[in-house]
């Protein structure tokens, strides 16, 4: 299983960015998707879960901010990112898990300036 992120970049408090990751390998639609991010120091933490009926669960620090979204036909799940805080800055990473093994992608980095 292969996972690709994109989409990170600097941008402004309050400002929005779009987080994708193409997954190949795997029978996409069947896995649950998640993104989580670890920001300097701190531990890895789940930001954002959809599972394969597209059902969702989100961390109560970006309930309201985030949406996580699944296109299945492209093998792609999204987190879209709005009014960002500069505490949302973090490395991103994009998650598969299966039944008995879980994939992480590389990462993306998102900086928010304040």
């Known amino acids: 299983v292969q996972l690709q992120a994109s989409g990170g970049g600097l941008v402004q408090a309050g400002g929005s960015l779009r987080l994708s990751c193409a997954a190949s390998?795997?029978?996409?639609?069947?896995?649950?998707m998640a993104w989580y991010r670890q920001a300097p120091a701190k531990q890895r933490e789940l930001v954002a879960a959809?599972?394969?009926?597209?059902?969702?669960n989100y961390a109560d620090f970006v309930k309201g901010r985030f949406t996580i979204s699944r296109d299945n036909a492209k093998s792609t799940v999204y987190l879209q990112m709005n009014s960002l805080k500069p505490e949302d800055t973090a490395v991103y990473y994009c998650?598969?898990?299966?039944?008995?093994?879980?994939?992480w992608g590389q990462g993306t980095l998102v900086t928010v300036s304040s």
């Open positions: 959809i599972g394969p009926s597209g059902s969702t």
């Open positions: 390998g795997s029978i996409f639609s069947l896995n649950v």
């Open positions: 998650n598969q898990q299966q039944p008995r093994n879980s994939y």
